[in-house]
Protein backbone atom coordinates (compact mmCIF):
# COMPACT_ATOMS: atom_id res chain seq x y z
CA UNK A 1 0.00 0.00 0.00
CA UNK A 2 1.26 3.63 -0.65
CA UNK A 3 0.10 6.76 1.26
CA UNK A 4 -0.72 9.98 -1.32
CA UNK A 5 1.56 13.30 -0.26
CA UNK A 6 -0.52 15.24 2.06
CA UNK A 7 -0.14 18.33 4.38
CA UNK A 8 -1.09 16.59 7.40
CA UNK A 9 1.97 13.82 6.74
CA UNK A 10 4.34 16.34 6.45
CA UNK A 11 3.87 19.13 9.49
CA UNK A 12 1.94 17.35 11.90
CA UNK A 13 4.99 17.53 14.13
CA UNK A 14 5.10 21.19 13.07
CA UNK A 15 1.65 21.48 14.89
CA UNK A 16 1.51 19.27 17.40
CA UNK A 17 4.93 21.43 18.73
CA UNK A 18 3.63 24.66 17.74
CA UNK A 19 0.34 23.78 20.21
CA UNK A 20 2.59 22.26 22.86
CA UNK A 21 4.72 25.33 23.08
CA UNK A 22 1.53 28.01 23.18
CA UNK A 23 -0.28 25.93 25.64
CA UNK A 24 2.71 25.50 27.87
CA UNK A 25 3.02 29.91 27.77
CA UNK A 26 -0.87 29.58 29.32
CA UNK A 27 1.03 27.47 32.03
CA UNK A 28 -0.61 24.02 30.80
CA UNK A 29 1.60 20.49 31.09
CA UNK A 30 2.16 17.88 28.80
CA UNK A 31 0.40 14.39 30.17
CA UNK A 32 0.36 11.29 28.04
CA UNK A 33 -1.98 9.41 30.84
CA UNK A 34 -5.60 11.02 31.26
CA UNK A 35 -4.91 14.52 30.73
CA UNK A 36 -7.71 16.91 31.82
CA UNK A 37 -7.52 18.51 28.56
CA UNK A 38 -7.01 17.44 25.52
CA UNK A 39 -6.18 19.29 22.14
CA UNK A 40 -7.01 17.50 18.62
CA UNK A 41 -6.49 19.45 15.30
CA UNK A 42 -7.02 18.75 11.83
CA UNK A 43 -6.27 20.62 8.20
CA UNK A 44 -8.96 20.19 6.12
CA UNK A 45 -7.35 19.97 2.24
CA UNK A 46 -10.89 20.24 1.11
CA UNK A 47 -13.07 23.43 1.38
CA UNK A 48 -16.58 22.68 3.68
CA UNK A 49 -19.46 24.11 5.23
CA UNK A 50 -19.58 23.79 8.61
CA UNK A 51 -22.10 24.22 11.17
CA UNK A 52 -20.97 26.51 13.49
CA UNK A 53 -22.97 29.22 16.27
CA UNK A 54 -22.86 32.66 17.09
CA UNK A 55 -21.62 32.66 20.65
CA UNK A 56 -20.13 35.70 22.84
CA UNK A 57 -16.65 36.36 22.77
CA UNK A 58 -14.80 33.69 25.22
CA UNK A 59 -14.33 37.04 27.87
CA UNK A 60 -17.40 38.01 28.02
CA UNK A 61 -18.78 33.72 28.88
CA UNK A 62 -16.04 33.59 31.22
CA UNK A 63 -17.31 36.83 33.13
CA UNK A 64 -21.35 35.23 32.70
CA UNK A 65 -20.46 31.51 33.32
CA UNK A 66 -23.35 30.89 32.13
CA UNK A 67 -24.05 27.06 31.33
CA UNK A 68 -26.86 27.37 29.51
CA UNK A 69 -27.10 29.76 26.81
CA UNK A 70 -28.66 29.37 23.68
CA UNK A 71 -26.33 30.21 20.42
CA UNK A 72 -27.94 31.01 17.21
CA UNK A 73 -26.66 28.30 14.43
CA UNK A 74 -24.63 29.69 11.05
CA UNK A 75 -23.04 28.26 8.32
CA UNK A 76 -19.34 28.34 8.19
CA UNK A 77 -17.40 28.41 4.92
CA UNK A 78 -14.30 26.76 5.60
CA UNK A 79 -11.49 27.02 2.78
CA UNK A 80 -9.37 24.12 1.35
CA UNK A 81 -6.13 24.33 3.58
CA UNK A 82 -8.01 24.80 6.93
CA UNK A 83 -6.52 24.47 10.52
CA UNK A 84 -8.99 23.53 13.05
CA UNK A 85 -8.01 23.18 16.41
CA UNK A 86 -10.95 22.05 19.31
CA UNK A 87 -10.02 21.31 22.98
CA UNK A 88 -12.01 18.60 24.98
CA UNK A 89 -12.63 18.04 28.69
CA UNK A 90 -11.89 14.42 29.65
CA UNK A 91 -13.81 14.86 32.53
CA UNK A 92 -16.76 16.52 30.99
CA UNK A 93 -16.85 14.60 28.00
CA UNK A 94 -17.54 17.43 26.10
CA UNK A 95 -15.80 20.47 23.64
CA UNK A 96 -15.10 23.14 25.36
CA UNK A 97 -13.42 25.34 22.51
CA UNK A 98 -12.68 25.53 19.21
CA UNK A 99 -10.48 27.87 16.82
CA UNK A 100 -9.50 27.83 12.91
CA UNK A 101 -6.77 29.69 10.93
CA UNK A 102 -8.97 29.95 6.68
CA UNK A 103 -9.60 32.98 4.40
CA UNK A 104 -8.75 35.63 6.71
CA UNK A 105 -4.81 34.06 6.97
CA UNK A 106 -4.79 33.37 3.20
CA UNK A 107 -3.66 29.71 2.14
CA UNK A 108 -1.41 28.07 4.71
CA UNK A 109 1.72 26.31 3.51
CA UNK A 110 1.85 23.85 6.30
CA UNK A 111 6.05 22.78 4.81
CA UNK A 112 6.47 26.36 5.90
CA UNK A 113 7.26 26.38 9.65
CA UNK A 114 6.71 30.22 10.47
CA UNK A 115 3.32 30.20 8.00
CA UNK A 116 2.36 26.90 10.56
CA UNK A 117 3.49 28.22 13.85
CA UNK A 118 1.75 31.96 12.82
CA UNK A 119 -1.80 29.93 12.09
CA UNK A 120 -1.54 28.41 15.54
CA UNK A 121 -0.96 31.11 17.40
CA UNK A 122 -3.69 33.28 15.65
CA UNK A 123 -6.03 30.50 16.56
CA UNK A 124 -4.90 30.11 19.98
CA UNK A 125 -4.71 33.32 21.09
CA UNK A 126 -8.15 33.44 21.63
CA UNK A 127 -8.14 30.68 23.52
CA UNK A 128 -7.09 32.91 26.96
CA UNK A 129 -7.52 31.07 29.99
CA UNK A 130 -4.56 29.97 31.95
CA UNK A 131 -3.98 26.47 33.77
CA UNK A 132 -5.57 26.20 36.90
CA UNK A 133 -3.03 27.78 39.48
CA UNK A 134 -0.40 29.29 36.88
CA UNK A 135 -1.38 33.05 38.10
CA UNK A 136 -0.71 32.37 41.02
CA UNK A 137 2.61 30.71 40.91
CA UNK A 138 4.06 33.04 38.90
CA UNK A 139 2.78 35.75 41.41
CA UNK A 140 4.51 34.04 44.26
CA UNK A 141 8.06 33.94 42.10
CA UNK A 142 7.31 36.99 41.39
CA UNK A 143 7.03 38.52 45.17
Given at each position: MELAYSPDMVSSNLIENSIVSHMKLLG???KNRKPDLMVSYRVFEDSLKLRGYNQPE???WAKTSKKNLDYDPKQLKLD???LYLQIYDRKKESPVWQGYATQ?????NFANERQVRNAV???L???QFFADGFLDENLEMVN
Open positions: YKLIETNGTEYGKIRSIDKY
